[in-house]
């Protein structure tokens, strides 16, 4: 007598239960194991240059846990760095960005101002690389190569064996390790509509401690005593005024002047003007009338120390159309950062926010590259990288400036 209907059933739902279970099991494993893997999963990383940009790129490097050694170049030796004085402005997106990476701003030469932190690039870097060698002392696997210029012989001996690796590139505008990589040099230069021009003002006798930023806004100028006729400029009274920022040390003094792009009077005269005194007059008298009270004047016997731009000129961002690469005869995936991917051509004295602001995807690259599966997973970190690039420069056209110069 054949087995019954009920007994079939029974022994149908059991064989399901055992597949079902052998299907959960081998799911968990599966789980367990890619766990596992993805713990410990790792990138070997070089990052060239030892700015705040590629400082900061090494701290976010570790922070994301995924790294299985890290080698920083950097052509300048130790003292030449420790040694810059020109003076960063950090904005609090950028402080609270530091700070996950171990900033201490309580104990860092510098002053608050407006919940922004002025402090000196030498101080700033060394502060940076004093987090990085403590790192090194808790034994992360950590090199840095202060006084060694990045070359293709450099590169296949720190590169691993194994995959992945990958190289940051934080080395400025004038490096050249995007060329040694055979990264394409082409930027897209595009305008931020407005015009400026920019000055330095060197005094060594004057003291090197950061200084709170000097903003002045709608400031309007008399060229009458170069020729400008001022007789009938009340038609352009509707046209917003010049912005004016001193910035830097006492000793390292800059100034930077800014206008919304218009076809007045007054800009056409001094973006067109040959007479290069024009510019140094405006910036002289400008410093004098905003300049704090305990700073001194600039007189006639020390005019000569002003350097500026002799005319108004556009105010354009350049950015890498390549920021993200892979470079599949080495294996290697590259990222450019800082002013090696974006650059500007007038000084905003708050440059580094800029660079520091692509960094914010650099842990999420690092900890997909290094986790990835197949080309196709390194392919997607690296979109999400570029388009992250793409969206800072972006961001700043739209209101970097503004938020630098115009508020």
């Not at 005319?311 to 290697?332: G, P, Q, W």
């Not at 999420?364 to 690039?389: C, G, P």
């Amino acid at each position: 007598m054949g087995p019954t209907e009920a007994q079939l059933e029974r022994a149908v739902l059991e064989t399901a239960a055992v597949l079902l279970g052998a299907l959960a099991v081998l799911a968990v494993l599966k789980a367990a194991s890619e766990g596992l893997r993805r713990r410990r999963a790792g990138a070997w990383v070089v990052v060239v240059g030892a700015g705040p940009v590629g400082l900061s790129a090494a701290l976010a490097a570790l922070r994301s846990g995924k790294v299985r050694g890290l080698t920083l170049v950097e052509e300048r030796p130790r003292a030449a760095l420790l040694a810059r004085p020109q003076q960063v402005a950090l904005q609090p997106r950028s402080l609270r960005f530091l700070r996950r990476l171990g900033l201490d701003v309580d104990n860092l030469e510098g002053c608050w101002d407006q919940e922004r932190f002025f402090t000196r690039l030498g101080v700033f870097q060394e502060h940076l690389l004093s987090l990085l060698e403590r790192r090194r002392r808790h034994r992360l696997p950590l090199r840095l190569c202060l006084g060694t210029k990045f070359s293709e012989e450099f590169l296949k001996k720190n590169l691993s064996s194994h995959w992945p690796n990958i190289v940051i590139i934080a080395d400025g505008s004038c490096g050249e390790s995007s060329t040694i990589l055979g990264i394409s040099p082409e930027y897209t230069v595009e305008s931020c509509n407005a015009y400026g021009a920019n000055a330095a003002i060197e005094r060594p006798d004057q003291r090197q401690v950061p200084t709170p930023e000097i903003r002045a806004h709608g400031l309007y100028f008399d060229l009458s005593a170069y020729g400008m006729d001022m007789s009938n400029m009340g038609k352009e009274s509707s046209v917003p005024g010049f912005h004016l920022k001193i910035y830097g040390t006492f000793r390292n003094r800059y100034l930077a002047l800014a206008c919304p792009a218009s076809d007045s009077k007054v800009v056409r005269f001094l973006r067109h003007t040959l007479n290069s005194t024009i510019m140094k007059n405006i910036f002289h008298q400008s410093f004098n009338a905003y300049k704090m009270d305990i700073e001194p004047r600039v007189n006639e016997l020390t005019l000569h120390r002003i350097q500026c731009s002799h005319r108004l000129f556009e105010i354009m961002l350049s950015h890498r159309r390549v920021t993200a690469a892979l470079l599949e005869k080495d294996n290697v995936v590259v990222t450019i950062e800082g002013e090696a991917a974006r650059v500007l051509n007038f000084d905003t004295g708050c440059g580094v926010n800029l660079g520091l602001r692509g960094l914010e995807s650099t842990e999420e690259l690092i900890y997909k590259v290094a986790t990835a599966i197949d080309q196709h997973d390194i392919f997607e970190a690296l979109a999400a990288k570029i388009r992250h690039s793409k969206q800072v420069a972006e961001d700043f056209k739209q209101n970097g400036l503004f938020a630098a110069m115009f508020e």
